[in-house]
């Protein structure tokens, strides 16, 4: 049991000598509750609960090393807490098999029982901060891939990183409620695992009956239901921690029909995922109709430069909708790679993402979905993170959603250059009116324009997919 999510940021298995009174204590403090931090293993024919440290193991994030152990290290010039290379070899890399169940964890966020953890959370607004939620989200599957991945014996040291978080749907309820996040590996490959994650209502939060209740739940199959408000798949990575090279996860074995089934959405998504990335407009150019759409909005444009030089109330220049920010990377946001946690990016992003949003929706906007992001390169701590935002895509009246994306960028402080380390793409919609039509000016624009409409396209799919899957779960109950 930990005492905040916080602790999961440096996600890796380790031992840890937490004592049984200690959880105890943690648990009386926290403001959330955990299950599942903790090795579980349904295959029968391994006994591992005969090693020493397996049920002192959380899935946790202590810092791995003190940060000020680094600034040691720079000083002495010789490495502190660093495994060489050579023990990693030493160790033969074992695999076992593993379910579903196996990789479960579950974490309630009881907002409207705790006003405590509420103020962590609440906006200006009195709604719940999604940045922080994607936080969470982040951490909790890195937890689960780290469960998953764990051998039980010692081996050769290993972590994950996020990779890509390939779609996320959201229908946040108006009103404060208590929650429910939970999730597992739900297919794996050689060494990456598509997780899902999904956050729930809990209209009968009660700590006591959660406690007492069976792990894992017998519906813990990350499926929606009709209580779901987020639902989200990620694919995280397994890396050695010492050479940085992908390596080889723990198989995972489907029991029953559901997990047959979800396991088989899962494949089908990193298919179509595929196939998407084949078509995209940074390596194929535009269709037919695209290009016949691109000179629609040229003319549109030649009316609108006669017309008008500035923005208008029904259509607004894309390149007028930009915000920037820039933040120094600093260590209490890092991974066991002394890299920059997915999450925070991911936070960081879409706040500048909402208020770019705002500011040309003139109100309040909403968080619809959130598509496919790519970690291309990890983010080191120390560099300078520049973060770009415009709005790429709006229909305009009657419609209120729009596409907005999000390019972040890494300037090394020593060198100088720039590296691109990922675009966000973020689908919100004004609270309480449409919003102006986005017309592009050059042609590097009408490209960004043509991805933002994609986007669109495909998330209305996606939605489809994922509402057909919903269903099929509600007639099973
Ligand atoms: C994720 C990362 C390790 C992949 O590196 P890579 O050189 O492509 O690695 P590999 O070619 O060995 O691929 C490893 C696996 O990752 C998968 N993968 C790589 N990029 C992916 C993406 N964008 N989406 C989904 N899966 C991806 C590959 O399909 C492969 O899967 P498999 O082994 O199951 O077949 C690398 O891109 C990286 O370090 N990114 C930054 C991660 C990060 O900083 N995240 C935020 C902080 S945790």
């Not at 024919?45 to 090693?51: L, R, S, V």
């Not at 894992?216 to 010492?242: H, Q």
């Not at 000016?441 to 396209?457: C, H, Q, V, W």
Request: aromatic share 8%; charged share 25%; hydrophobic share 35%.
């Amino acid at each position: 049991m930990l005492r905040s999510i916080a602790h999961l940021r440096n996600y890796s298995p380790r031992t840890t000598a937490v004592s049984a009174s200690k959880k105890v204590r943690l648990l009386a403090t926290c403001t959330r509750q955990i299950r599942g931090a903790q090795p579980s293993l349904s295959e029968a024919n391994h006994d591992f609960t005969q090693f020493e440290n397996f049920t002192k193991k959380l899935y946790t994030a202590r810092p791995v090393a003190f940060w000020m152990d680094k600034i040691l290290e720079k000083e002495n010039k010789k490495s502190v807490n660093v495994p060489s290379p050579s023990l990693a070899n030493q160790y033969e890399h074992v695999t076992v098999n593993k379910t579903m169940s196996d990789s479960y964890m579950e974490e309630f966020l009881p907002f409207k029982s705790s006003p405590k953890l509420l103020d962590e959370y609440i906006t200006t607004g009195g709604k719940i901060r999604i940045g922080k939620i994607l936080e969470d989200l982040d951490a909790l599957a890195a937890a689960i891939s780290c469960k998953h991945i764990d051998t039980f014996v010692a081996g050769p040291p290993m972590t994950v990183v996020t990779a890509s978080v390939d779609r996320m749907e959201l229908l946040m309820p108006n009103t404060v409620q208590d929650l429910k996040l939970s999730g597992h590996v739900a297919h794996v490959g050689k060494s990456s695992m598509e997780v899902f994650v999904k956050l729930e209502t809990m209209p009968d939060y009660d700590p006591e009956v959660v406690e007492a209740s069976a792990f894992p739940p017998s519906d813990f199959i990350a499926e929606p239901t009709s209580n779901t408000v987020l639902f989200a798949r990620f694919t995280m990575v397994a890396i050695d921690s010492v050479t940085g090279q992908s390596v080889r996860v723990n198989p995972l074995v489907t029991r029953t029909d559901k997990e047959k089934r979800i396991a088989e959405y899962a494949k089908d998504c990193k298919a179509h995922k595929r196939l998407l990335g084949e078509s995209d407009l940074s390596k194929a150019p535009p269709t037919e109709d695209e290009r016949l759409m691109l000179h629609n909005i040229y003319m549109d444009y030649s009316k609108e430069n006669k017309t008008s030089t500035a923005s208008s109330t029904a259509t607004v220049w894309m390149e007028d909708t930009k915000l920037q920010s820039v933040f120094l990377m600093q260590p209490q946001d890092r991974n066991i790679q002394n890299k920059v946690f997915g999450g925070y990016l991911m936070r960081r992003a879409y706040e500048l993402a909402h208020a770019t949003g705002s500011v040309y929706a003139k109100c309040p906007v909403n968080l619809l979905a959130l598509d496919e992001i790519i970690f291309k390169k990890p983010v080191p701590v120390g560099s300078l993170l520049n973060l770009s935002s415009q709005v790429i895509y709006a229909q305009g009246d009657p419609h209120k959603s729009f596409q907005v994306s999000v390019a972040a960028e890494v300037t090394d402080v020593e060198t100088g250059t720039m590296d691109l380390t990922n675009t966000f793409h973020f689908t919100l919609a004004a609270e309480d009116k449409p919003v102006p039509k986005i017309l592009p000016k050059t042609y590097a624009e009408s490209i960004l324009y043509l991805e933002g409409k994609r986007k669109r396209e495909q998330g209305v799919q996606a939605k489809e997919q994922l509402l057909s899957l919903m269903s099929t779960t509600l007639e099973d109950q």
